[in-house]
């Protein structure tokens, strides 16, 4: 079959790189694509959230599935798109109804939801420009730090976690006033803070049946030790190895089963991935958030260690047979690397040249910000590269992730060099 595959992260080069295995899989398309994916699929210009674009290609090149890798075109709808065209509406589409992916398009349906479920999550308010005082007045009843989020999406980068009181009311303020994070800080979630280590749990579900992928945990912070401005992730670990029988259990018991069966009493369509953002409390899961995609880099981890056919299961998604489906995982460990521009995550620049990339060995390498120019791969975004190791256990697959890092290079380059530092 013809698969098009949105997107042209390192996410969707992960995706792309697994999929081209499938024995199910003729042609695979990329839109936009990097210069990874243009290695082993067709990558062709055109935006993931140009419907209509869309819609001619897939007529034109007889396409017969539709995997959606970023946040953006599903929460613009186009599942329903797909759905509502009866020149389309036969082709699935791997990614949730547009009010399933309010989960992550507000945080405040998103909290709505977790409440009505009884699905643990931290205490919260949300607030607008309208109501800044208020939110002001309710940080007084907190302690210390402050979680402020931004309602919609600001691409990783709408959370705040701050100390101070008058610096959170600061903060607020210039969220919901001064639009800090434009229309996405048109309202702005406060919520209680929460201590102890993070993970993420990733789901992939049919609407009714779900199959549990491999955990992961990302990297945020630009800076070692978790420090400095927060990013879309500087790298991950798979599986996290704190994580045994006892809260995997509890994580299912209390939080992936009441979601899905809350997708079932909403009446919300849902074919695709759930990434739950977890933080464990004292050996207690807790939600952060939803998104409604898979992580990035954590994609990168979790994809190398399906065994199984990812079209297969991508089919039996699109035909409600995900209960029958057996999901094989391998055993080993697998970290990523990111590799990013210098002055990510503010200013950066692009269109460095990328040397080295022949002299990588064990390890994958998975385009994120990169084009093609004159023959030359060349960064183009902040996240540039990932580079993805397997092992017997994390530290053996990360010595071989930056063994391999220190093989690349471009001006001004730079790397988390201390990825699963607190899991040691």
């Known amino acids: 079959m013809n698969i098009l595959l ?7 080069h992960a995706f792309a790189w697994k999929m081209i295995q499938s024995p199910l899989c003729d042609t695979l398309f990329v839109a936009p694509g990097n210069a990874g994916t243009a290695q082993i699929a067709k990558n062709i210009d055109i935006s993931a959230t140009d419907f209509d674009a869309i819609k001619t ?56 939801f977790l409440m009505k479920h009884n699905i643990p999550t931290a205490a919260y308010d949300s607030f607008t420009a309208e109501t800044v005082e208020k939110g002001c007045q309710f940080l007084e009843t907190l302690q210390p730090p402050y979680v402020l989020k931004a309602d919609g999406l600001a691409a990783g980068k709408g959370v705040l976690i701050i100390q101070d009181l008058a ?52 990297y945020k912070r630009i800076g070692e030790g978790d420090t400095g401005l927060n990013t879309g992730g500087m790298g991950a670990v798979s599986p996290v190895p704190y994580v045994d029988a006892v809260l995997m259990e509890k994580i299912e018991n209390r939080i992936v089963k009441p979601t899905i069966e809350g997708f079932q009493k909403d ?56 209960d029958e489906f057996n999901l094989e995982i391998d055993e080993r460990s697998a970290t990523t690397v990111m590799i990013v521009s210098g002055g990510y995550p503010e200013d950066f620049e692009k269109g460095k040249i990328i040397t080295g990339l022949e002299n990588v060995t064990d390890s994958i390498v998975f385009h994120a910000g990169t084009k093609l ?20 256990n994390f530290q053996e697959a990360l010595d071989k992730s930056y063994k391999n890092v220190n093989q690349l290079h471009f001006d001004k380059m730079n790397f988390r060099k201390d990825i699963g530092f607190d899991l040691i």
């Not at 599935?65 to 389309?88: A, R, S, W």
């Not at 209680?192 to 199959?211: A, H, N, P, Q």
Request: glycine letters at 10%; hydrophobic letters at 40%; aromatic letters at 8%.
């Open 373 to 392: 120019d004159n023959g030359n791969v060349v960064s183009n975004g902040g996240r540039v590269m990932a580079i993805t190791s397997y092992g017997d």
């Open 267 to 322: 009446g919300i369509p849902y074919k695709g991935f759930v990434f739950i953002g977890l933080i464990n409390v004292n050996n207690e899961p807790i939600v952060i958030e939803y998104n409604v995609r898979m992580g990035d880099p954590e994609t990168e981890v979790v994809v190398p260690r399906l065994k199984s056919d990812l079209v297969e299961l991508f089919l039996a998604v699109a035909n409600e047979k995900l």
């Open 167 to 218: 610096e959170a009311q600061s903060e607020l303020r210039n969220m919901l006033v001064h639009q800090k994070f434009g229309a996405a800080s048109s309202k702005v979630v406060i919520e209680e803070f929460l201590d102890g280590i993070e993970l993420s749990c990733f789901v992939l579900t049919d609407g009714k049946s779900y199959k549990i992928l491999p955990t992961a945990k990302d």
């Open 6 to 12: 949105l997107g042209s992260g390192g996410r969707e």
């Open 57 to 112: 290609l897939v007529i034109k090149e007889n396409i017969e599935m539709v995997v959606v890798g970023p946040e953006d075109p599903l929460v613009k709808g186009i599942y329903d798109f797909f759905l509502n065209d009866k020149e389309l509406k036969d082709i699935p589409v791997i990614g949730p109804s547009k009010i399933g992916a309010t989960l992550e398009g507000s945080k405040e349906f998103a909290k709505e």
